[in-house]
């Protein structure tokens, strides 16, 4: 069975640009999370997504924003970009969310210039 | 608020030694204890969790993990160390909806 899939791999922007990133759950996951990690530090919650509904946001600007498809798929938006958004952004599916076990995409590279 | 702490940046073991990665926790209630590993250019891998039950998680890759509720601790353990356990490994505590909070990461290396 094919794992939680992320495009794009890499990524390059300049300050101020749009950027969208995608992110496939696991066949049958219903819950989607998204998550930051900058360089040298441990990934930081973003956003949880379940049934199409945000269970839970953490302590991003409001320059983040999410959605998730019927088909349980989720895309993650960062509007007008900062050199301090360049980090790895990973997505993670569940069954059901809450405690249940998140499994991890490769991640989407993000470099803002 | 629940947190993880990790006390090493890194930990150095030879080939065929026991592998040993500490982390303590702080939580209210009951704790949903994790361990993922990163190795580089990759994403995050499950390696096992703790919910309730006994005290000796078994996970994967030949890991597992002691729960010590008294001494609020959740050490990974390797009895064998491979070349290829060298990876950035994580301690994780989750809230009752799932949103995982990360220790500083562990860099695992071991030497042939």
């Known amino acids: 069975d094919a794992g939680v899939t992320q495009s794009p791999t890499h990524l390059i922007k300049t300050r101020g640009q749009q950027v969208t990133l995608r992110c496939s759950p696991i066949s049958g996951h219903k819950s989607v999370s998204w998550y930051q990690q900058v360089l040298g530090q441990g990934p930081q919650f973003i956003f949880q997504?379940?049934?199409?509904?945000?269970?839970g946001r953490g302590n991003f600007p409001d320059r983040f924003s999410a959605r998730q498809f019927p088909n349980y798929s989720s895309e993650l938006n960062v509007n007008a970009l900062l050199l301090g958004d360049s980090a790895l952004y990973l997505c993670?599916?569940?069954?059901?969310?809450?405690?249940?076990?998140?499994?991890f995409g490769p991640g989407t590279r993000l470099l803002v210039l | 608020a629940q947190s993880v702490a990790q006390p090493e940046d890194q930990v150095n073991v030879a080939e065929g030694n026991p592998l040993t990665v500490k982390c303590t926790y702080s939580?209210?209630?009951?704790?949903?204890l994790f361990w993922y590993v990163q190795y580089p250019n990759r994403g995050l891998q499950f390696l096992l969790k703790?919910?309730?039950?006994?005290?000796l998680v078994k996970g994967s890759y030949g890991f597992e993990a002691e729960f010590n509720k008294s001494q609020t601790s959740f050490h990974l353990k390797k009895p064998s160390a491979l070349v290829s356990d060298s990876a950035l490994y994580f301690c994780v505590v989750t809230d009752s909806w799932g949103k995982l909070q990360f220790g500083a990461g562990t860099q695992v290396v071991v030497t042939p």
């Open positions: 993670a599916s569940s069954l059901e969310g809450g405690r249940e076990t998140q499994y």
């Open positions: 997504y379940y049934e199409k509904e945000e269970r």
């Open positions: 703790y919910i309730t039950g006994d005290n």
């Open positions: 939580v209210s209630g009951n704790p949903y």
